[in-house]
């Protein structure tokens, strides 16, 4: 079996501890996070409902791992295809490819990296059907709004310090980057604790978000961005 597929088995295995499945999990985020890792972590802790104390409700752990594992199957069958493609365009002539694979895109520069700075600020989509818009948007489908979630409300401008860019006001994807020829990260003010996050401190001990959360890390406000110059080079 793969290093996914062994590690999706521990998160199953109800005879280990649950922060042997948890530890489990994380390891299967290191082989596919469409968001990121932190991102698609933040995104399961809230959609399978993960406690912050994971004994009472082990079995979130399995409802996370399961969108997962049902995001990547559709990944997967996507790359196969994508591959087969690749081949033949090769033996035609064509080296590079007309468009870059979703998920081959770098992090850094990319339009989705404010994700790596706020795991907060992300696409509300399952992750199955955020996989299933952007293969349908590899596909040439003309799908409406933000190209990650699908917000069609208007963009929200962000400073630069001699520009500015348009992030989505959704999950804060850069719909219209900065004129100049450089790269802009953007720094969530305050910044967001990843240690917290990673022990669900944004949750209750039932699984539900925790409404003592402070409001800036509760709620995702592309507001709340700072845009900062990024020594990763041109757009």
Known sequence: MTSFLTHRARVHDAALPPYRRH????????????????????????????????????????????????????????????????????????????????????????????WYQDPFLHPPLSLPDY?????????GAGLPGCPACGEEGPAVPVPTGHGRAELCRCCARVLVPCPCDRWHGYQPQPPVGWSQTWRRAHM???GEPNPHWPTLLETARVERLVAYESPHGPC
């Open 23 to 114: 530890s489990a999990l994380r390891t299967c985020l290191t082989e596919f996070a469409p968001y990121g890792l932190r991102a698609t972590y933040h995104h399961l802790t809230v959609s399978a409902r993960m406690p912050r104390i994971l004994e009472a409700d082990p079995d979130s752990l399995v409802r996370a791992v399961e969108e997962l594992n049902e995001a990547r199957a559709l990944w997967l069958a996507r790359a196969e295809q994508y591959a087969a493609q690749r081949r033949a365009e090769k033996r035609a002539g064509r080296r590079e490819p007309p468009v870059t694979a979703w998920w081959d895109r770098p992090w850094p520069g990319s339009p989705d990296a404010v």
């Open 131 to 139: 996989v299933r818009r952007q293969n349908a948007l590899l596909d």
């Open 204 to 206: 209750t001990g039932s």
